[in-house]
């Protein structure tokens, strides 16, 4: 990343921070009504209407630098000229040995396991049949 996008991010990740901060800092619809029967703060450092307006403002604001903070940074990264590289591209190249295949014994071991042959001479099994009780074969 070169300089100017690195500039660019820092500055698109402290706008987010501010619109954080400043949502925080707001208060709610809800707060309104407790103001009107005397729970509220009237005498604040902005003024009884002033921190509203200031907030909402101050918020407005850096949503718009934030969309062009966003769009700036898609349109930075879209114009960089060097495609990535691979990482087998960089990888050393490594040749491999190849030895003689193993000598395979002409005789097998004996195993355990049954004999899958056919037992008393029946070489095939029998036809499915099928709904209809007629023998498995297609036509």
């Known amino acids: 990343m070169d300089t100017v996008q690195k500039i660019a991010l820092i500055v698109h990740t402290l706008i987010a921070l501010g619109i954080i901060a400043l949502v925080l800092l707001q208060r709610g619809k ?7 029967f005397g729970a509220g703060a009237s005498g604040t ?5 002033g921190s ?4 909402s403002r101050a918020t407005a604001v850096l949503a ?5 903070s966003s769009l700036t940074l898609a349109y930075m990264s879209s114009q960089r000229s ?3 590289e691979s990482l087998l591209e960089g990888a050393p190249v490594v040749e491999a040995e190849v030895s003689e295949p193993a000598v395979v014994s002409e005789e097998l071991p004996v195993s355990d396991m049954p004999s899958l042959e056919p037992a008393d001479g029946a070489g095939e099994l029998p036809a499915l049949e ?5 023998g498995g074969e297609s036509e």
Do not use: I, L, Q, T
Request: charged share 15%; proline share 3%.
């Open 130 to 134: 099928d709904e209809s009780g007629v």
């Open 45 to 49: 450092v902005f003024g009884s209407r």
């Open 64 to 68: 718009a630098a934030f969309f062009a």
């Open 82 to 84: 060097e495609a990535p």
């Open 52 to 55: 509203a307006s200031f907030f």
């Open 30 to 36: 809800g707060a309104d009504a407790g103001a009107a």
